[in-house]
């Protein structure tokens, strides 16, 4: 079912400075065809994350409340790695500072070498008959989510390597599944955009990696951000 509102990528690429391509010029964002622990849906294609990149998580709230044991899927990939795939409660600075989508919390898991920022995202599933779900309000939540986990990662200085994904993605993105790399794209920049000017300084001083683990989808999050690609061998 395609929502009402929808645009095309070209649309909605016009609609705003491309910011997102200089940062992929100069290599302080680059999209990459793997997730956020290295794997594609396909293969190993990279390390897991080093002491020194932070790696975002894309929490489901019902896990924030409930706890890390039992995820399953990546969530599930996510919290083995972190060591916390037994526990029964997550820590309390991340309950206390995730209570609803868009929230982000910073924390170092197994004695400081594993380093995770946390994130609900907005759940839009049930968005398919929403009048008021248009593209544009799906892209000021997502700056939202996107915001605090910028803020999370610019508030201790020691951070400077990220590897991000697409919040929202696969079945949370409902109605915007089509659309959502340009969404992404969009809101990864209006996130940016809301930062302070030493805040910028921050990420423009730092590497971060956009995740993306589906191999077909990686181009077109590639172009949504404006990144040049190699020509086909």
């Not at 409930?66 to 029964?88: D, R, T």
């Not at 030493?198 to 172009?223: D, G, N, T, V, Y």
């Amino acid at each position: 079912l395609k929502h009402p509102v929808a645009r095309s990528g070209e649309q909605l690429r016009a609609a705003w400075p491309n910011v997102m391509a200089e940062l992929c010029r100069l290599k302080v964002l680059e999209v990459k065809s793997y997730g956020v622990l290295g794997r594609s849906n396909k293969e190993k294609k990279a390390d897991p994350p080093d002491e020194a990149t932070v790696l975002v998580d894309p929490a489901g709230l019902h896990h924030i409340r409930g706890g890390p044991f039992g995820a399953a899927g990546a969530a599930g990939a996510n919290y083995q790695w972190l060591e916390i795939s037994e526990a029964e409660a997550f820590p309390e600075d991340v309950q206390e500072a995730i209570t609803t989508e868009c929230q982000a919390k910073y924390h170092a898991y197994a004695d400081g070498k594993k380093k995770c920022i946390h994130v609900v995202g907005p759940d839009f599933r049930d968005s398919f008959d929403d009048p008021d779900c248009t593209i544009e309000n799906a892209v000021k939540k997502l700056a939202l989510a996107y915001g605090n986990v910028f803020e999370e990662f610019c508030a201790d200085k020691s951070l400077k390597k990220m590897r991000l994904l697409p919040i929202s993605g696969g079945i949370f993105s409902g109605p915007f599944k089509d659309d959502l790399p340009e969404i992404t794209a969009k809101a990864v920049q209006a996130a940016y955009d809301a930062l302070t000017a030493e805040k910028k300084e921050h990420i423009m001083q730092s590497s971060i990696e956009m995740c993306i683990f589906m191999e077909p989808e990686f181009k077109l999050f590639a172009s949504a951000f404006g990144q040049s690609l190699p020509p086909a061998a």
